[in-house]
């Protein structure tokens, strides 16, 4: 494997070192993935299978925990999401989900993320979720560093400071394009590591943001409310969420900005704005 850096891996392992931790599996390949600067991950593969691996670069057990817990209560539920199968030495091995993310967004993609949506939000909301400050605790962060750096998102995005975050239960709150597969009319969803308490509202609005879907396009929103609302433990008005796309393409822009130290993967998000 190269000894330079991919974007998707921080701390890096060999093939053997892998077959140490994971000794049952007999490991044939790893791929480090280019996507991501934050947690390491991995595509391994045995003769007949493959897995991702990930290593978590934040002192987060008790969200890692959470987690797992999270995704085998969803698969038990018919959600396709990835089970974590095993864990070695801080590396965590989880299913692959089979399929590709989208590429041209068709209004079966909008069908298919609603009904998911509603599944997910139905079940959440009958368990309890503890506030979550560390959302406005990053838009207070990010604004500030905008303020300095990059003025004129921070003014496009300035009325974020009287962002506040509600809940109604546990919510994704990042399916973007690349957080999701699909094959044939399944959908599969990963990364709920970074889930929280939030509002539903906010949930439908990122994924349609996620999803290319502009504030303008009546047909995507319609196709998408018209899934959610028939199974959903909420009915959501199509103005209520296009507020939120507003909010959502704003706050991801944002962090964008903050994240990344400039703004090339913002300008894909200011277009709602």
């Known amino acids: 494997m190269c000894a330079e850096k991919q974007m998707g891996v921080v701390t890096q392992i060999s093939l053997k070192q892998l077959n140490a931790l994971f000794p049952t599996y007999n490991f044939t390949e790893l791929h480090p993935t280019k996507s991501g600067i934050i947690d390491t991950t991995y595509i391994v593969d045995t003769a007949s299978n493959s897995y991702i691996l990930k290593r978590y670069e934040r002192d ?8 797992i817990k999270l995704l085998s209560e969803l698969k038990s539920i018919g959600l396709n999401v990835p089970i974590c199968l095993e864990e070695s030495d801080g590396w965590y091995l989880y299913e692959k989900l089979i399929g590709a993310q989208p590429k041209n967004i068709n209004a079966k993609h909008i069908q298919v993320m609603g009904r998911f949506l509603a599944k997910l939000h139905t079940y959440s909301s009958k368990t309890k979720c503890q506030t979550n400050a560390r959302v406005e605790y990053e838009v207070t962060s ?28 546990f919510i994704h709150g990042d399916i973007f394009k690349d957080n999701t597969v699909f094959n044939g009319n399944q959908v599969g ?6 889930g929280a308490c939030g509002t539903f509202a906010f949930d439908v609005a990122v994924t349609l943001v996620g999803f290319d879907t502009k504030i303008d396009n009546d047909y995507f929103i319609n196709i998408f409310l018209r899934a959610y609302n028939q199974h959903a433990p909420k009915k959501l008005t ?29 300008k894909e998000l200011i277009r709602w704005i």
């Not at 987060?60 to 987690?67: F, L, S």
């Not at 199509?238 to 400039?262: D, E, G, L, T």
């Open 142 to 169: 990010a604004l500030a560093y905008a303020k300095t750096n990059f003025y004129a998102y921070y003014k496009k995005c300035e009325f974020l400071k009287k962002f506040t975050v509600n809940h109604d239960a």
């Open 189 to 194: 969803v990963f990364d709920f590591i970074d």
């Open 238 to 266: 199509k103005q209520r969420v296009i507020y939120k796309m507003k909010i959502a393409s704003h706050y991801y822009a944002i962090k964008r900005v903050y994240k990344y130290k400039n703004t090339f993967r913002a």
């Open 60 to 67: 987060i057990p008790t969200r890692i925990e959470r987690d």
